[in-house]
Nanobody, 126 residues
Framework: QVQLVESGGGSVQAGGSLTLSCEVS????????MAWFRQAPGKEREAVAAIYDRIVTKTYYADSVKGRFTISRDNDKHSLTLQMNTLLPEDTAMYYCAARSQLGVVPPLVETSYDRWGQGTQVTVS
């Protein structure tokens, strides 16, 4: 059973940086899609970034974070990272790590593409 545990959240001033990590326990070899989502108070959960890792690696970003955030995955596939730079107050949210355990091609920035979720880590930008 795949489990995801996020870490690295915290409070930072606008313009600062944070690095989020997601540790994967269980079999990670078939997790071809992984992603970060976020949910701000009173808002729906939204995609931040996703990565497809099968022979070639492809990354996908929400327009709001392009050029500021970078998603990456360790070679052993057991760790997912989100490097967040030039943070803005509107980046304040609970950030969730997500993974897809099933095979198939799916839209990478859609919540329903993922069936494994972490508990989240809070990011606050002031």
């Amino acid at each position: 059973q795949v489990q995801l545990v996020e870490s690295g959240g915290g409070s930072v001033q606008a313009g600062g940086s944070l690095t989020l990590s997601c540790e994967v326990s269980g079999s990670a070899d078939n997790l071809r899609y992984m992603a970060w989502f976020r949910q701000a108070p009173g808002k729906e959960r939204e995609a931040v970034a996703a990565i497809y890792d099968r022979i070639v690696t492809k990354t996908y970003y929400a327009d709001s974070v392009k050029g500021r955030f970078t998603i990456s995955r360790d070679n052993d596939k057991h760790s997912l990272t989100l490097q967040m730079n030039t943070l803005l107050p509107e980046d304040t949210a609970m950030y969730y790590c997500a993974a897809r355990s099933q095979l198939g091609v799916v839209p990478p920035l859609v919540e329903t593409s993922y069936d494994r979720w972490g508990q989240g880590t809070q990011v606050t930008v002031s």
